[in-house]
């Protein structure tokens, strides 16, 4: 391998999963966003939402690496699995809100804050021993349908895969945006990040739009559980961990309540992850991210994008 | 009537009836006999469960045979089994383990364990036992620190030998490896990769020792992460070095990743294989075909479930516990057999049983056993040093997840 080939897939290497951990810190930085809540469940209602999805591609009759369905039973199937595991996982968050975190605002006065923040960790350990416990400890071989196609670039290989991620990220980050910028419930959710107080006086439901925002950022969640099962054909109880602690540091990086800032966020992390493992060595990947988090954030408090969390009045 | 107040009552007094009763029906003992405990210390839930209840089973019925056929008169052996795993890591504990030896050695009537599996407890029980005297014989751990004598102070504080095996060690394990890709596959260059934990830097260190000795270049040295999912960076970073050969120290939370990815980014017919903590099930459930094929893997025991002399074990094994023995479940026996007899020839002499005692008749014992005759040097490792070497092919007779006949026997490895 000559050394731009090398180099050139190490950068889609970090593409992938720069793509990855855009995907899971969007629907984090959205519940931030707009109830100023650090949501740890986000991590493991990811991981929730690959189990769902590898279920419902069994259900199929998908399973390993046998491909059984084609063409349009084969999109069937995995849009189906997507609608799954988004609804599930929607629901799982909205039930977390519900009973774990509205309590506290009701006696709180606020979601948010380091009792929120406490909670969700507790409401994430339950998940992962959930399914430790009930499904055991082992990776999970997740169902394999999608053909191998790959495309040479420089001597690289250019899975179809990393251009799918990136692809489903983009118009999950776009119809995102257009959902919080344009639409009246993204208005209300805009309008409880600013102050909650006031938007209840102006009539908005604050209840439906924190609803909203746990419904839609753990949807986002599932749908990236179920694409990280497609894409690496496993899973398993600890992916929430690792995956939440990388796409957490992307989020904070990027900005966090910024939702662009999550995808620029992943792609940095992405991007020195591979580069980093290539040109020094893998096992110092961790001391390299957090280091270069601890530089800008010292520099940057705000992130790169700078932060859009409710405001102080 | 039931009322909060008398209902608290009730509960009470039901619990305080039902233990007495419990008491008194539970230890269907023969009059007389007196108990002696046996620990069993596995990582019996998280990431190596299975292998670790393979393991358990093995005792168990060691234990139960001894009981049924009255081998150590006037006595009956309760095991106690104790798990090293803990949620929290997934996986085996070493700070539980370390907890469950104390409990072992704070139980008067325990007087040996079988265990732990894993390295990692292994190091953090060691010490623990040694202070006390306490004999256990691990069927699969094989870190060789915890008998060497150079850290002694550090794993064996009182200078006798408490932690036996009926496995060999990592010292060997590792070089094993290193010579069969060197004689057999005649492998020029090699690169290593280990998983961070106890066992998997040992075998990894081991093995590159012995490749270096060998004449085989490393070409690099690196490390998973068993908690990433993602390898790729490592395995571009490999393919690039263009090495004859892929060597793995660690166990199957990054070993079945790291199978997984290389096969779509590694040249098929590159040598690839690991060691002991390869030969999992994971390896057939999690991995499967086509990614799994072709991987050596090495085990620090002779190979015995295919020897016709062991099929009525294997078979009594099957009925009992309704899955298959591996080789370790046939160590754990053979622990378990030592330990038998140990107390039992303390008994026919009539010697006094306590920890010391058993421990001496342990560290002297020569018992007959599965994998032939078991005697132990006086750092507690077993004589007989045999590394058997496997190689995973499809064998389409038997089902794809049968880890007894998907991983083919290739043979004991050169030994030198």
């Given at each position: 391998m000559s050394e731009t080939t090398v180099v050139t897939q190490q950068v889609i290497n970090g593409l992938s999963l720069g793509g990855m951990y855009a995907l899971l810190a969007l629907g984090f930085t959205l519940v931030y966003g707009i109830i100023e809540l650090i949501n740890f469940a986000h991590f493991n209602v990811f991981m929730i939402g690959s189990f769902i999805g590898m279920w419902v591609l069994q259900a199929?009759?998908?399973?390993?690496?046998?491909?059984?369905?084609?063409g349009l039973p084969l999109a069937g199937a995995l849009v189906a699995a997507l609608i799954v595991s988004m609804f599930g996982s929607g629901m799982l968050g909205v039930a977390i809100e519900r009973y774990t975190l509205r309590p506290l605002r009701g006696k709180t006065g606020s979601a948010g804050g380091t009792v929120g923040m406490i909670t969700t960790i507790g409401v994430s350990y339950i998940l992962f021993n959930v399914i430790l416990l009930g499904f055991g400890a082992d990776t999970k071989n997740f169902p394999d349908p999608l053909p191998i196609i790959q495309f040479k670039v420089e001597?690289?290989?250019?899975?179809?895969?990393?251009?799918?991620?990136?692809?489903?990220?983009?118009?999950?980050?776009v119809g995102?945006?257009?959902?919080?910028?344009?639409?009246?419930?993204?208005?209300?959710?805009?309008?409880?990040?600013?102050?909650?107080?006031?938007?209840?006086?102006?009539?908005?439901?604050?209840?439906?739009a924190v609803i909203m925002a746990f419904f839609w950022g753990s949807a986002l969640a599932g749908a990236a559980g179920l694409i990280f099962g497609l894409y690496y054909n496993f899973t398993s109880f600890l992916i929430g961990y690792t995956a939440g602690l990388r796409a957490f540091t992307a989020a904070v990086l990027g900005g966090i309540g910024n939702i662009p800032g999550a995808m620029l966020g992943g792609l940095i992390i992405g991007l020195i992850e591979a580069l980093g493992g290539q040109f020094i060595a893998v096992k110092w990947t961790d001391v390299i991210i957090f280091a270069i988090l601890v530089f800008i954030l010292v520099l940057k408090p705000t992130g790169l994008l700078g932060t859009m969390a409710p405001s102080k009045s | 009537m039931l009322t909060r107040r008398n209902a608290g009552k009730l509960i009470a007094g039901a619990a305080a009836s039902t233990t007495l009763l419990g008491a008194g029906l539970g230890s269907a003992r023969a009059a007389g006999e007196k108990e002696i405990k046996i620990g069993i210390t596995l990582?019996?839930?998280?990431?190596?469960?299975?292998?670790?209840?393979?393991?358990?089973?093995?005792?168990?019925?060691?234990?139960?045979?001894?009981?049924?056929?009255?081998?150590?008169?006037?006595?009956?052996?309760?095991?106690?089994?104790?798990?090293?795993?803990?949620?929290?890591?997934?996986?085996?504990d070493p700070a539980q383990a370390a907890t469950n030896a104390r409990k072992l050695v704070a139980d008067p009537a325990a007087m040996a364990a079988i265990g732990p599996e894993m390295s990692g407890d292994g190091k953090a029980m060691s010490p623990i036992y040694s202070e006390a005297g306490f004999a256990t014989i691990t069927p699969a751990s094989t870190n060789p620190d915890i008998t060497n004598p150079k850290?002694?102070?550090?794993?064996?504080?009182?200078?006798k030998a408490v932690y036996f095996r009926t496995v060999t060690t990592d010292a060997y394990q590792g070089p094993a490896m290193a010579n069969f890709y060197s004689d057999v596959l005649k492998v020029g260059s090699v690169y290593v990769l280990d998983d961070s934990g106890a066992y998997g830097v040992g075998i990894a260190d081991t093995f590159e020792a012995r490749a270096k000795e060998k004449g085989m270049k490393v070409l690099g040295r690196d490390r998973l992460d068993p908690m990433q999912a993602d390898y790729t960076v490592s395995l571009t970073k490999i393919k690039a070095l263009n090495p004859e050969g892929l060597y793995y120290g660690g166990v199957m939370g990054a070993g079945s990743k790291l199978v997984k990815q290389s096969y779509g980014?590694?040249?098929?017919?590159?040598?690839?294989?690991?060691?002991?903590?390869?030969?999992?099930?994971?390896?057939?459930?999690?991995?499967?075909?086509?990614?799994?094929?072709?991987?050596?893997?090495?085990i620090a025991s002779p190979h015995l479930t295919e020897n016709p002399a062991v099929q009525p074990f294997v078979k009594l094994y099957e009925s009992t516990w309704h899955t298959q023995p591996d080789d370790y479940a046939i160590t754990a026996y053979d622990a378990g057999l030592v330990i038998?007899?140990?107390?039992?020839?303390?008994?026919?002499?009539?010697?006094?049983?306590?920890?010391?005692?058993?421990?001496?008749?342990?560290?002297?014992?020569?018992t007959n056993?599965?994998?032939?005759?078991?005697?132990?040097?006086?750092?507690?490792?077993?004589?007989?040093?045999?590394?058997?070497?496997?190689?995973?092919?499809?064998?389409?007779?038997y089902p794809l997840t049968d880890i007894i006949h998907q991983f083919k026997y290739v043979g004991s490895a050169p030994t030198s």
């Open positions: 199929f009759g998908l399973s390993g690496q046998s491909v059984l369905l084609t001597g690289a290989n250019l899975d179809l895969r990393v251009i799918l991620i990136w692809l489903v990220s983009i118009v999950l980050m995102l945006w257009l959902f919080v910028q344009k639409s009246k419930l993204g208005k209300a959710m805009r309008a409880v990040a600013q102050d909650a107080e006031a938007a209840r006086m102006m009539g908005v439901d604050v209840d439906r | 990582p019996l839930t998280g990431a190596d469960a299975e292998g670790a209840n393979r393991i358990k089973y093995g005792a168990l019925l060691a234990i139960q045979q001894a009981n049924d056929s009255n081998a150590i008169p006037g006595y009956k052996l309760v095991p106690v089994i104790l798990n090293n795993a803990t949620s929290t890591a997934g996986q085996y850290f002694g102070s550090e794993f064996d504080p009182s200078g980014i590694l040249p098929q017919k590159m040598p690839k294989g690991g060691g002991d903590g390869l030969l999992a099930p994971e390896m057939l459930t999690s991995v499967g075909f086509p990614a799994a094929e072709g991987w050596y893997c090495t038998v007899n140990a107390i039992s020839s303390l008994v026919k002499a009539g010697k006094p049983i306590n920890r010391q005692s058993v421990r001496d008749a342990i560290q002297a014992s020569h056993t599965l994998q032939g005759e078991v005697a132990f040097d006086q750092y507690g490792d077993v004589v007989n040093r045999t590394v058997s070497i496997f190689q995973v092919t499809k064998n389409t007779n």
